[in-house]
């Protein structure tokens, strides 16, 4: 923008850059040629209005000031960010479907004191939802931390895996992160297996069902080598053959039961690469007490709450 009073600091810019870097994403940097320094993405010194609706036409997302390119998305439908002070943002974007706003909280106020973390947490949130949409029942907190444990375990050997994927969302966000390791999918693509037998467990036999068919779909546009494996978790490992030497990277239980969460733990804790890290789905959540009660029992100590109802355990 040409107007000092609604520019976002340059320092807070290139953190923003960097921090979706390390989540995965590939960003592209359009800005005035004595600003450049201190990006390290690929950086556009301000285009020409041609070449810049081009661009924002690509992108799979933009991230503006409140300014000319902001609107331009929004005309091209572009999913966009706005970032603004303290005035009505719905009363300059609000004509436009695809885009949203992170703003100061007080009327009046600069738009510098936009942090940048919020604005991190905002796009990050919409890219995920988007990415998984009609697929997932997971909130983008839940899911972010499944996308953060893959992107920052890249150079690590091993597998993913996912036991319990219901329509294929999670699986899907995993293997879109990193497309090089095989992905193993377990499921009965039947849903829950039988009744939950702890005593408060409120899930049934049936219930989050999905066909194979249905999680193919979701993963279609994932490149990785997909491995399904159908079946009463255990047991189907057995019969697959694949109780052996395979080692995993990231592995996301969501299996909502005692039984499962304690079965799951069982087998993939001892195959864990060193710096490896498994996640669980429900910890905490009123409806599967036996998730925590599981987990706990067999990590003392060494639980950590990502969301209200998530935790992890890192190797």
């Not at 960097?18 to 994403?25: F, H, I, T």
């Not at 992108?59 to 960010?81: E, M, R, Y």
Request: aromatic share 10%.
């Amino acid at each position: 923008t040409t107007d000092p009073g609604r520019e976002w600091p340059l320092f807070k810019w290139i953190r923003l850059e960097r921090r979706l870097l390390a989540a995965g994403y590939e960003v592209a940097v359009v800005v005035d040629e004595d600003r450049i320094d201190g990006f390290t993405s690929k950086v556009h010194v301000r285009l020409k209005p041609e070449p810049l609706a081009g661009a924002a036409k690509c992108a799979k997302f933009v991230v503006g000031n409140d300014s000319g390119p902001a609107h331009l998305a929004g005309i091209l439908g572009t999913p966009c960010q706005v970032i603004g002070g303290g005035w009505p943002m719905v009363n300059v974007f609000g004509c436009y479907p695809s885009v949203k706003w992170t703003q100061a909280k007080n009327r009046g106020e600069s738009v510098r004191v936009v942090p940048w973390e919020s604005v991190f947490g905002d796009v990050d949130g919409r890219m995920i939802s988007d990415a998984v949409a009609g697929y997932s029942l997971l909130d983008p907190d839940r899911l972010r931390t499944v996308r953060d444990a893959v992107a920052s375990t890249r150079e690590l050997p091993g597998v993913l895996a996912e036991l319990g994927t219901y329509r294929g969302g999670v699986a899907r966000l995993m293997g879109l992160t990193d497309p090089k390791p095989w992905l193993f999918v377990f499921d009965t693509f039947a849903g829950i297996p039988e009744d939950d037998e702890h005593v408060d467990g409120a899930h049934k036999k049936g219930e989050f069902a999905a066909s194979w068919e249905e999680v193919k779909e979701a993963l279609a546009p994932v490149k990785n080598v997909v491995q399904p494996v159908k079946g009463w978790f255990p047991r189907s490992i057995i019969d697959r053959g694949l109780n052996g030497e395979i080692q995993y990277r990231v592995v996301h239980v969501d299996g909502d039961t005692y039984q499962t969460t304690k079965d799951a733990i069982a087998f993939f804790a001892p195959r864990m690469v060193r710096g490896g890290i498994m996640i669980f789905d429900d910890y905490e959540w009123v409806s599967c007490p036996g998730v925590k009660l599981a987990v706990d029992a067999a990590f003392p100590g060494c639980v950590e709450k990502t969301t209200a109802t998530q935790a992890r355990v890192r190797f």
